[in-house]
């Protein structure tokens, strides 16, 4: 019998998402109503013209690899899209196509990180980025924000974080698990802290498409300079309701997505040729659907700050401003997370994921995707349960 596992995967945590959403499914699975308040994708279905499009794509003999970091035609697109959606400017070959928003993440932290370097991230923060951090080999620093800022990091607690050791800075506007939106002021001075400091900005975009009051700016847009220092992360998979098709972008200096492009030469050679072609679609064809969900997740937000507001035990500090989640103050109710979360789900039959995946154990997350009365019963049990406990 050889050696057990190495160092380097003993230390990686379960996600905490993955985890509760295949329980609820599990108890889902054995008849019971259980209501998911935990997911993290959105409940709509991919739209029709790109699956369409997809189906052209296997008929049609898009079935072998493409390019490792994807179709130049997709490149292409991704580089338009980000010029009209984000107003960021790139050239193709500044542009890689990964398997999901997660393996841009996972290629730039591996290409830029390695032992002894410290990775600034707001917490809470979403449930991979230390796991991704450590697997580098470099040590996660969580930079705390407050309720009482809507979650917002500010430049101030960015510079107070920084060290000799301090090499890059994740961000994630808007934010899972919060909701939260830096505004451009923000983002602008957080920028030129990592220019004076020369740290490395790993800006995580993949919800910016889905922010409700007012568009979430990009940090290298509203700070151009930052551009040799700075990768973007996106990806179709909120914005087109396209999770399981498994493609994300990275875009950044020529010679960082390159770097991340040899990586890839050897995990995964190239996304999936014929959801390539989806996405190429996706952006390429019609944005209606994008602004629909976009506004529907509005309108549920809306609803939901609205009946969060009327449980007793439970706070939500400030209405989220984009992406589909909201991280609700949990204190009040005496218990923590984890033990709040299976009970819930055990004896409410509402599932929601632990704060304490995010590095907050006194709160929970709960998401707005999915059908807006099932969320309003969910909302109801967990006021019903919290008013239960002694
Ligand atoms: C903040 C954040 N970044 C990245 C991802 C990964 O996206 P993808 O499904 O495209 O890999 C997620 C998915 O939940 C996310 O919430």
């Known amino acids: 019998m050889p050696s057990g596992l190495t160092r380097r995967i003993e230390a990686v945590q379960p996600s905490a998402t993955l985890k509760i959403t295949a329980l609820a499914k599990q108890m889902r699975a054995q008849g019971k109503k259980v209501i998911n308040l935990a997911g993290g994708e959105p409940d709509f279905d991919t739209p029709a013209f790109i699956k369409q499009a997809a189906i052209a794509a296997i008929e049609g003999g898009a079935t072998k690899y493409t390019p490792t970091t994807g179709l130049p035609e997709l490149k292409q697109a991704v580089a338009d899209a980000f010029r009209k959606f984000s107003g960021l400017s790139f050239s193709p070959a500044q542009v890689a196509v990964t398997s999901g928003a997660k393996q841009a993440l996972y290629n730039a932290i591996q290409a830029l990180i390695q032992e002894g370097d410290e990775v600034l991230m707001p917490s809470p923060y979403w449930v991979s980025y230390p796991e991704m951090v450590r697997l580098a080999g470099g040590t996660p620093v969580e930079v705390r924000t407050r309720p009482a800022d809507g979650f917002r990091l500010t430049a101030e607690q960015v510079a107070s974080a920084c060290t000799s050791k301090t090499r890059c800075l994740l961000l994630n506007s808007p934010a899972n698990p919060t909701g939260a939106v830096l505004n451009e002021a923000t983002l602008k001075a957080i920028g030129r802290i990592a220019l004076e400091k020369g740290l490395w900005v790993i800006s995580d975009e993949i919800y910016a498409r889905l922010s409700f009051d007012g568009p979430a700016r990009s940090i290298l847009a509203v700070l151009p300079e930052l551009a040799p220092q700075t990768l973007i992360v996106d990806g179709v998979s909120k914005a087109y309701a396209m999770t399981g098709w498994r493609i994300g972008f990275l875009a950044g200096p020529e010679k960082v997505v390159a770097a991340c492009g040899r990586l890839q030469d050897h995990a995964t050679s190239c996304p999936s040729h014929i959801s390539q072609r989806a996405a190429l679609a996706a952006l390429t064809g019609e944005q209606g659907p994008v602004e629909a969900m976009a506004r529907e997740f509005k309108k549920r937000r809306d609803l939901l700050v609205e009946r969060v507001g009327r449980i007793r035990k439970v706070k939500l500090a400030a209405a989220p401003a984009g992406a589909f989640y909201a991280f609700l103050d949990i204190s009040g109710t005496g218990l923590d997370a984890d033990a709040l979360a299976e009970r819930l789900l055990k004896e409410a039959e509402v599932a929601a994921v632990p704060g304490s995946g995010f590095g907050w154990t ?26 239960k406990l002694k």
């Open 362 to 387: 006194d709160h929970l997350r709960v998401s707005f995707c999915l059908d807006t009365k099932e969320m309003l019963v969910g909302l109801d049990r967990l006021a019903e349960f919290t008013e």
